[in-house]
């Protein structure tokens, strides 16, 4: 069950993290799924998505999903990211990430993103494996 709504995660990311990426379509049960509109600043020569992009919308998917499932926790911090480059990411098409939890403990949140573009959303562009740390609860 999630504790936060779609509306509640975008305003409490406004006040506590205003420079990420992407929108949130939708948070459910242990998961989180993020649009990012692709811009000049997402680019690298080709047109593709550059790799930082990806690897920070990544991120940002996996924060979203546990904040989905924790409430709003601004230090909930990734201690460990692994990407995975399958394919290019074509510069004119939006990416959408599908953010998997799949272990929420007391103190480490274990997880999984798959990114696609939307030119083709049966073919992952990257995959990604993130922990994330979370703070003692008084």
Same mark, same amino acid.
């Given at each position: ?9 975008? #305003?409490?990311? !406004? ?9 949130? =379509?939708?948070?459910?049960? *242990? ?7 692709? +811009?000049?600043?997402?680019? $690298? ?8 992009? *990806? *690897?920070?919308?990544? !991120?940002? @998917?996996?924060? %979203?999903?546990? &904040?989905?499932?924790? +409430? ?7 201690? !460990?990211?692994?990407? #995975?480059? &399958? $394919? /290019? @990411?074509?510069?004119? #098409?939006?990416?959408?990430? #599908? /953010?998997?939890?799949?272990? &929420? +403990?007391?103190? &480490? /949140? %274990?997880?999984? %993103? ?5 030119? !083709? =959303?049966?073919?992952? %562009?990257?995959h990604v494996t993130a922990s994330y740390v979370l703070p003692d609860k008084p």
């Amino acid at each position: 069950m999630t504790v936060m709504t779609v509306e509640q995660i975008e #305003h409490f990311l !406004d006040e506590v993290f205003p420079q990420r990426m992407g929108t949130i =379509e939708s948070v459910g049960e *242990m998961s989180a799924t993020m649009r990012l509109t692709i +811009g000049n600043e997402h680019l $690298r020569p080709g047109p593709r998505v550059s790799g930082p992009t *990806m *690897m920070g919308f990544a !991120d940002v @998917a996996m924060y %979203v999903a546990i &904040l989905a499932q924790i +409430g709003p926790e601004p230090m909930a911090v990734t201690s !460990d990211l692994n990407c #995975h480059f &399958l $394919r /290019a @990411a074509s510069g004119d #098409h939006d990416i959408i990430a #599908h /953010a998997k939890l799949i272990k &929420l +403990g007391r103190r &480490l /949140a %274990v997880g999984e %993103v798959q990114i696609v573009s939307t030119a !083709d =959303e049966t073919k992952p %562009v990257i995959h990604v494996t993130a922990s994330y740390v979370l703070p003692d609860k008084p």
